[in-house]
């Protein structure tokens, strides 16, 4: 639109005022919504939707669990109550070592796990 009077030029004036405020409403929105999804609460929160629904994610973070889970269960078992600095050394590395073994043979340790339950409940209901 060609301006070439003062009517014209306030008209247009008034477009583009109205166009800024327009736009100042979009960019405080957008601002708003990368503001909400930059704290560090929906950060995990997304993280960890992302993380259940990947299918090999569970896995992976099953396996780590039951990895350390056995780890520190094997620790407490073997060197519980230890004062000796040797002793605590190697039930850290034997805590590491078995976390290690159980997470790469996890499949293996799931199953023997489920059929000594299953052994253990079969018996309970014969008795």
């Known amino acids: ?3 070439i009077d003062t009517t014209s030029l306030h008209e247009a004036i008034a477009r583009l005022e109205q166009k800024r405020r327009e736009q100042e409403q979009d960019l405080s929105a957008h601002f708003k919504h990368t503001y909400q999804s930059l704290r560090p609460m929906n950060l995990l929160k997304n993280a960890v939707q992302g993380i ?3 299918p090999t994610a ?3 973070l099953l396996k780590a669990g039951l990895g350390l889970g056995a780890g520190f269960l094997s620790k407490k078992l073997l060197f519980n109550g230890t ?3 040797f002793k605590k050394l190697l039930g850290t590395a034997v805590e590491f070592g078995v976390a290690k073994a159980v997470s790469n043979k996890s499949g293996n340790v799931i199953a023997k796990g489920l059929s000594v339950v299953k ?3 079969a018996k ?3 008795d």
Do not use: Q
Request: aromatic share 0%; glycine share 6%.
């Open 83 to 85: 004062s000796s600095v």
């Open 58 to 60: 569970k896995g992976n």
């Open 52 to 54: 259940a629904a990947s």
């Open 119 to 121: 052994n253990l409940l």
């Open 124 to 126: 309970r209901s014969r």
């Open 1 to 3: 639109m060609e301006i």
